[in-house]
């Protein structure tokens, strides 16, 4: 359980230690050194600010749009991490039979449940490490888009419908709503599986209030970039899912007859 829950606090340890460095007091411009400066937060600024630019200088709708084209570019990735999670969803059953099986805890026992660990894993086509891959990606892109907002001026003094894009949100409505929509989220992508295994269940309550204490804390901008991020996983993660459902529910009445 530890592992599990490793990965979502290891990330937010590391999201909180880089948005504190220093060079987020200073303006993102062309001339910003350094490769995080160079490849990551400066072409995020930019694109933000051509898209702005093209809408009346509308920085909140560019950061919808700049958010979007982000998600379909991630979408093989995230289609590959939600088959992957729901692969691994499908065979918990099988690997409870196996640490059952070999339950002692000798070096010879653990050996063995590894090995039939991972001959499960290759028969079933799962690779346990491929939904960690789109959240190891994200973190750099979420990074940026924090920097890109607090050393972006044009971005950082702009206001879009009842928050300023630079401070976090008055009224704790887009927190509250990233929560809520990252609660769905992984509500859906259960959706198919009857007897989910702890880690997720306790996940599917955890990562929401993360979210939400990041988000009270964070620009509103980057509370923006959640919201509609968790939206177009919520219709991607449904329209991937649905056919898991429809074989669930056929089961379920089939047993029921």
Not at 177 to 200: D, E, S, V
Not at 220 to 227: K, Q
Request: proline share 6%; with cysteine; net charge positive.
């Amino acid at each position: 359980m530890r592992k599990k829950l490793g990965i979502p606090f290891a990330l937010a340890s590391l999201m909180l230690l880089l948005s504190g460095c220093s060079s987020v007091n200073k303006p993102i411009t062309a001339e910003s050194t350094g490769i995080w400066n160079e490849y990551i937060v400066y072409p995020l600024s930019w694109v933000i600010t051509q898209f702005a630019e093209m809408m009346g200088n509308n920085y909140g709708l560019s950061i919808v749009v700049v958010t979007i084209l982000i998600r379909l570019a991630l979408l093989p990735l995230m289609i590959k991490q939600t088959r992957s999670s729901k692969a691994m969803q499908d065979i918990q059953p099988e690997l409870q039979k196996l640490r059952e099986k070999y339950s002692s805890k000798d070096a010879t026992t653990q050996q063995k449940l590894q090995k039939e660990t991972m001959e499960l894993f290759q028969s079933q086509g799962v690779n346990p490490l491929a939904g960690c891959l789109p959240l190891v990606i994200q973190m750099p892109i979420l990074l940026g888009f924090y920097h890109a907002i607090m050393r972006t001026q044009e971005i950082k003094n702009h206001s879009f419908l009842w928050f300023d894009l630079g401070n976090p949100d008055p009224v704790y409505a887009l927190p509250i709503i990233a929560g809520i929509t990252t609660f769905l989220q992984q509500k859906i992508m259960m959706g198919g599986t009857n007897n989910p295994n702890p880690q997720m269940k306790m996940l599917l309550y955890i990562m929401p209030v993360m979210i939400v204490v990041f988000a009270i804390n964070f620009p509103a901008a980057l509370s923006l970039y959640w919201v509609i991020g968790n939206m177009f996983m919520i219709v991607q993660t449904y329209f991937i899912t649905a056919p898991n459902r429809k074989k669930t529910n056929q089961l379920d009445r089939g047993a029921k007859k």
